[in-house]
């Protein structure tokens, strides 16, 4: 079966300028995380939409970054007016069970 | 603050060898341990996991230990085989907390596995 997908592999922006990530889980997890991991550093917790329930955004940066979950399936990730520190790999991640996330290959995001 | 550490960047053992890599956590809400593997250009795979109530958990190759009085875990590989050779991340969750499926990661480290 088809596992979490990621679009764009790779993305190079200017700075100030916004970006939309999309990831597709894999269908019928209820549950769907975004990560960063920046170069050297481990992964960053982001977001975490679980079922209808509010999500947790307590991982966003600042309020540069948003992201939304539509039909309980693909989710967006949204960076306005992009920083070069925003640059990193962004992963998404979903899961059926609480705690076996499983990732995408991530998107490149690279602001010059 | 970095809740979940992993001291050691890089880690270089000889096929057949035991690989251990080591984890360390400083909150003690953390009742939920993972570990996962990265290779290059795809993302983390999950490994294996463990509860705060076992000290141990093991699935063929791979065994966790936990030991919660020095917040310390550790991940074995034995034998190792070249294929290990990635990136490790240990990860944390709060199981009982509001927010479980939230996990804190580690640095990684690089596991090198050389014939």
């Known amino acids: 079966g088809a596992g979490v997908s990621q679009s764009p592999s790779n993305k190079v922006t200017e700075k100030g300028k916004d970006v939309e990530l999309r990831c597709d889980p894999i269908?019928?997890?209820?549950?769907l995380y975004w990560y960063r991991q920046s170069l050297g550093q481990g992964l960053e917790f982001l977001i975490y939409f679980q079922g209808n329930s509010a999500p947790d955004k307590s991982g966003l940066p600042s309020d540069r970054f948003s992201a939304e979950r539509t039909g309980g399936s693909v989710s967006t990730l949204t960076i306005q007016r992009t920083q070069q520190e925003d640059s990193a790999v962004y992963l998404c991640?979903?899961?059926?069970?609480?705690?076996?996330?499983?990732f995408g290959p991530g998107t490149r995001l690279t602001v010059t | 603050d970095q809740q979940v550490k992993q001291n050691s960047p890089s880690l270089s053992v000889q096929e057949g060898r035991i690989s251990i890599l080591n984890c360390d956590y400083t909150n003690s809400m953390f009742d939920y341990f993972l570990w996962y593997k990265k290779y290059p250009a795809e993302g983390p795979t999950f490994l294996i996991s463990i509860s705060s109530i076992k000290d141990k958990n093991e699935d063929g190759r791979f065994t966790v230990f936990l030991n919660k009085s020095a917040k310390h875990l550790s991940l074995h590989i034995v034998p190792s085989q070249p294929g290990d050779s990635a990136v490790y991340f240990c990860?944390?969750?709060?199981?009982?907390?509001?927010?479980?499926?939230?996990?804190?990661f580690g640095q990684g480290t690089i596991l090198t596995v050389h014939p």
């Open positions: 990860a944390a969750s709060n199981a009982g907390g509001t927010s479980y499926g939230k996990l804190t």
């Open positions: 991640a979903s899961s059926l069970y609480m705690y076996e996330q499983y």
């Open positions: 269908s019928g997890h209820t549950a």
